[in-house]
Nanobody, 126 residues
Framework: QVQLVESGGGSVQAGGSLRLSCVATVYTDANNCMGWFRQAPGKEREGVAGIYTGGGTPNYADSVKGRFTVSHDNAKNTVYLQMNSLKPEDTAMYYC???????????????????WGQGTQVAVSS
């Protein structure tokens, strides 16, 4: 079982920044894919970023490339999403996700994620 708890959401003006955090409770040292998703009202959930906790190049949706950065701190079992140059269209509920048990899948394949946090709201005003 994996439990994911997000934090760090809030309200900002366009151009501002936020950093989301996700603490994962897993009772193993195995590496796995961790991802961030978002869902705006009336829209489908979309993958934003994926990262392998064992290292490597993260993956991003085209809509956030160059503005968002995903990172992880294995010592803290925490994944971060640094969001810069925020736009009103970034407004959504943001979810942390995990692929567990670990597989050989590509972390940028957003269909592999099977555990989800409760979400944290991000609102960007113009």
């Amino acid at each position: 079982q994996v439990q994911l708890v997000e934090s760090g959401g809030g309200s900002v003006q366009a151009g501002g920044s936020l950093r989301l955090s996700c603490v994962a409770t897993v009772y193993t040292d195995a590496n796995n894919c961790m991802g961030w998703f978002r869902q705006a009202p009336g829209k489908e959930r979309e993958g934003v970023a994926g990262i392998y906790t064992g290292g490597g190049t993260p993956n991003y949706a085209d809509s956030v490339k160059g503005r968002f950065t995903v990172s992880h701190d294995n010592a803290k079992n925490t994944v971060y999403l640094q969001m810069n140059s925020l736009k009103p269209e970034d407004t959504a509920m943001y979810y942390c996700a995990a692929n567990w048990p670990p597989s050989n899948a590509w972390c940028g394949s957003f269909s592999i994620y099977n555990y989800w946090g409760q979400g944290t709201q991000v609102a960007v005003s113009s």
